[in-house]
């Protein structure tokens, strides 16, 4: 299983970003799917997470540094998650990275993507 992430890049105050993540390879459901992001000298904190296979809309969950501005949706037909960033600040400044939670033989396996890279000039 990998996990793709893209569309990171360079924007400034105020403007929008889409981040995609794709899971490829042998999987049969997956339960969970969110975005991490690391800023230099930080540790990895949760952004946005969002249940997948087997629940329709999805269970959201978001920090509070990000309610309001981001968005995480899912296309469970073709294991991708999503995170629009709107309103972007300078503090958004990191690697972004995808995650899931894929049932992998008879039991639930972590994925993480390679990270991709936001930066918010002010």
């Known amino acids: 299983v990998q996990l793709q992430a893209s569309g990171g890049g360079l924007v400034q105050a105020g403007g929008s970003l889409r981040l995609s993540c794709a899971a490829s390879?042998?999987?049969?459901?997956?339960?969970?799917m969110s975005w991490y992001r690391q800023a230099p000298g930080n540790q990895r904190e949760m952004v946005a997470a969002?249940?997948?296979?087997?629940?329709?809309?999805?269970?959201?969950s978001y920090a509070d540094s990000v309610k309001g501005r981001f968005t995480i949706s899912k296309d469970n037909a073709k294991h991708t998650v999503y995170l629009q960033m709107n309103n972007l600040k300078p503090e958004d400044t990191a690697v972004y990275y995808c995650?899931?939670?894929?049932?992998?033989?008879?039991?639930?396996?972590?994925?993480w993507g390679q990270g991709t890279l936001v930066t918010v000039s002010s």
């Open positions: 995650f899931a939670l894929i049932p992998t033989n008879s039991r639930l396996q972590d994925y």
């Open positions: 390879g042998s999987i049969a459901s997956i339960n969970l």
């Open positions: 969002i249940t997948t296979d087997g629940d329709t809309n999805g269970y959201i």
